[in-house]
């Protein structure tokens, strides 16, 4: 069974930095891409980052370039580096994974992936 966990949320300043991390257990499909999406309060569920098996991101464009993608080569591990963070940046934010289809951020939000993890809190505050 697939399992994600999230972990490194917390709460930063303005202009603070996180680095979330998700822990993937049970995976074995033949391909994926991995991404994170994020939850706002009052807000619909945004993808945010991609990642495919050799290594290629994408990005939603409302990050400005702040955030960054990667995994360990194992591929058992996805973290987020948020930088620059914004108090918009507030939400919950999840690990996910796709078995098949085009790996990009806008495509990493139910229905359309396969596997999501519980969450990780972030709160941004000014």
């Known amino acids: 069974q697939v399992q994600l966990v999230e972990s490194g949320g917390g709460s930063v300043q303005s202009g603070g930095s996180l680095r979330l991390t998700c822990a993937i257990s049970g995976y074995r499909y033949s391909s994926r891409c991995m991404g994170w999406f994020r939850h706002a309060s009052g807000k619909e569920r945004e993808g945010i980052a991609a990642i495919d098996d050799g290594g290629s991101t994408d990005y939603a464009d409302s990050l400005k370039g702040r955030f960054t993608i990667s995994q360990e080569n194992d591929k058992n591990t996805l973290y987020l580096e948020m930088d620059s963070l914004e108090p918009e940046d507030t939400a919950f934010y999840y690990c996910?994974?796709?078995?098949?289809?085009?790996?990009?951020?806008?495509?990493?939000?139910?229905?359309?992936?396969?596997?999501w993890g519980r969450g990780t809190q972030v709160t941004v505050s000014s």
């Open positions: 996910a994974a796709r078995i098949a289809g085009p790996c990009r951020a806008l495509s990493m939000i139910p229905p359309t992936i396969n596997y």
